[in-house]
């Protein structure tokens, strides 16, 4: 069965940094690229980042880039989503999805929370 | 980047009715388009991805269609687990963006 288990959420100033992370297993890690979608409360999902298989290419939507980072380590089937400069309009579900071929997000985790406050 | 819209925002329909939801891409992507659905408190669950192609497991009242830059969800005779927000999404350059959403309620 596949899974994909988020974990790092929690409640942050604004301007501070948080690391999420996804465990994934189920299946083979390596070969898929792996993303993070967002979801603030009441809103619909945002895109935020994609990873390739090996890492070597990585995405953004603009409104993170420069402020998050997504790594993965293969060796240890981990997705991993740093987040620098957090500001309040960040506060969202953090969802890890695998993508598929086509780029369509047939496996998704729980989310965790992010809640960006002071 | 590519935009999505959506149509209409909310809908009110009854069990058993036929329901067509509507997603407009700013430019062309081909068939790289998703319909997911969500009910409050989970993950979005993907429905039909390139355009027409039905998930495993999906019941075969959901249908889609389309191609370039209009694409139609549609459910053939609602039932009660229907109720839910349907989004489409575009797969087809980063940033993948979803659709606003659509609010499926009983009427």
């Known amino acids: 069965e596949v899974q994909l288990v988020e974990s790092g959420g929690g409640l942050v100033q604004p301007g501070g940094s948080l690391r999420l992370s996804c465990a994934a297993s189920?299946?083979?890690?390596?070969?898929?690229?792996m993303s993070w979608v967002r979801q603030a409360p009441g809103k619909g999902p945002e895109w935020v980042a994609t990873?390739?298989?090996?890492?070597?290419?990585?995405k953004y939507v603009d409104s993170v880039k420069g402020r998050f980072t997504i790594s993965r380590d293969n060796s240890k089937r981990s997705l991993y989503l740093q987040m620098n400069n957090l500001r309040a309009e960040d506060t969202a579900i953090y969802y890890c999805?695998?993508?598929?071929?086509?780029?369509?997000?047939?496996?998704w985790g729980q989310g965790t929370l992010v809640t960006v406050s002071s | 980047d590519i935009q999505m819209t959506q149509s209409p925002s909310s809908l009110s329909a009854s069990v058993g009715d036929r329901v067509t939801i509507t997603c407009r891409a700013s430019?062309?992507?081909?068939?790289?388009l998703n319909w997911y659905q969500q009910k409050p408190g989970k993950a979005p669950k993907l429905l039909i991805f390139?355009?027409?192609t039905l998930q495993s497991g999906v019941p075969s009242r959901f249908s889609g269609s389309g191609s370039g830059t209009d694409f139609t969800l549609t459910i053939s005779s609602l039932q009660p687990e229907d109720f839910a927000t349907y989004y489409c999404?575009?797969?087809?350059?980063?940033?993948?963006?979803f659709g606003q959403g659509t609010k499926l309620e009983i009427k």
């Open positions: 999805t695998r993508d598929e071929r086509g780029g369509h997000l047939q496996q």
């Open positions: 189920g299946f083979t890690f390596i070969n898929y690229w």
């Open positions: 990873i390739r298989e090996d890492g070597s290419e990585k």
């Open positions: 430019q062309s992507i081909t068939s790289y």
């Open positions: 390139a355009a027409s």
């Open positions: 999404q575009q797969s087809y350059s980063t940033p993948h963006i």
